[in-house]
């Protein structure tokens, strides 16, 4: 853990260790315990220069559809001139460590830091380099915009963990918040990528069964999650991806804060 967000450390676990682990998958959820972003289970991007990546979610048949979750972890002076290959594909990028320069359309050059959160919109190109003297991560949720007749795509925008205010949820006594990067209400964001977070106790108290599809990256502390009428203990550097309609619930472990990086699908029809 380097400052408030859990990144991996990759490298192999010793042969004394246990193999078995809370890994697993089934037809309703994954679930990829922290101890599994190992070294041999990384990626390579085209494009992209002293940079690997663990790929956490993408879409396959009859389990999620609709995104691609990338935990990237990219070298001093590394990144990409051309980091999007798709012109059809809007992205959040989440920073968890490290500082970085962010280029787009050519022209406009963003400083990052961690904590930092950007919306990049479809039909644009940009370019990220880390600028810092350590290695940098971040979270790269792609996916492709769902454009409809009339509504034009949200316009780029840079916001930060400490910006947005958490909004307690109903009937909860101040121990479940959410805080929202953009407005609910807002019909052209097609996803919605926000951080939920729970005082120790706090808990989803009831099973919450819906059509978004969600991808869930644990940020700080540990909790119980209820995943289709299965308990699981998760904890920071786990991640979770559910396809719609599993049945899901959650309660928050202590002593610390439990956050995690909450995807979701929203304002749209069903594909048909």
């Known amino acids: 853990m380097k400052g408030d967000y859990f990144n991996p450390i990759g490298g192999l676990p010793p042969q004394m260790e246990l193999t078995t682990d809370r890994a697993m998958s089934t ?5 990829i315990p922290a101890r ?11 494009y992209w220069e002293d940079t690997r990546l663990w790929i956490l979610a993408q879409p396959q048949s009859g389990f999620i559809q609709t995104f691609t979750h990338y935990l990237m972890e990219v070298e001093p002076g590394g990144g990409s001139p051309n980091a999007e290959p798709d012109s059809e594909c809007e992205a959040i990028l989440f920073i968890t460590e490290g500082e970085f320069a962010l280029r787009l ?8 830091e961690s904590g930092n959160y950007v919306y990049l919109p479809p039909d644009g190109e940009w370019s990220l380099r880390n600028m810092g003297n350590e290695v940098g991560n971040f979270h790269w949720i792609r996916k492709r915009y769902n454009f409809i007749d009339g509504v034009s795509p949200p316009d780029f925008f840079i916001s930060h963990d400490r910006e947005v205010v958490p909004e307690p949820m109903a009937n909860s006594n101040g121990t479940w918040f959410t805080q929202r990067f953009v407005d609910p209400d807002d019909i052209s964001h097609d996803m919605h990528v926000n951080i939920v977070s729970f005082e120790p106790g706090g808990s989803i108290p009831f099973l919450e069964t819906h ?13 119980v999650y209820n995943l289709n009428n299965d308990w699981v203990e998760v904890e920071a550097g786990d991640y979770l991806a559910l396809r719609a309609f599993c049945p899901q619930a959650c309660y928050a472990g202590g002593p610390n804060q439990f956050r995690y990086l909450l995807y979701k699908d929203v304002n749209r029809h069903p594909r048909l």
Request: charged share 15%; net charge negative.
């Open 27 to 31: 037809n309703a959820y994954l679930v």
């Open 36 to 46: 599994s972003l190992t070294d041999i289970v990384t990626s390579n991007l085209p």
């Open 105 to 112: 359309n050519g022209d406009e050059l963003f400083d990052l």
């Open 211 to 223: 059509p978004m599809e969600h991808g869930i990256y644990i940020l700080q502390g540990k909790g």
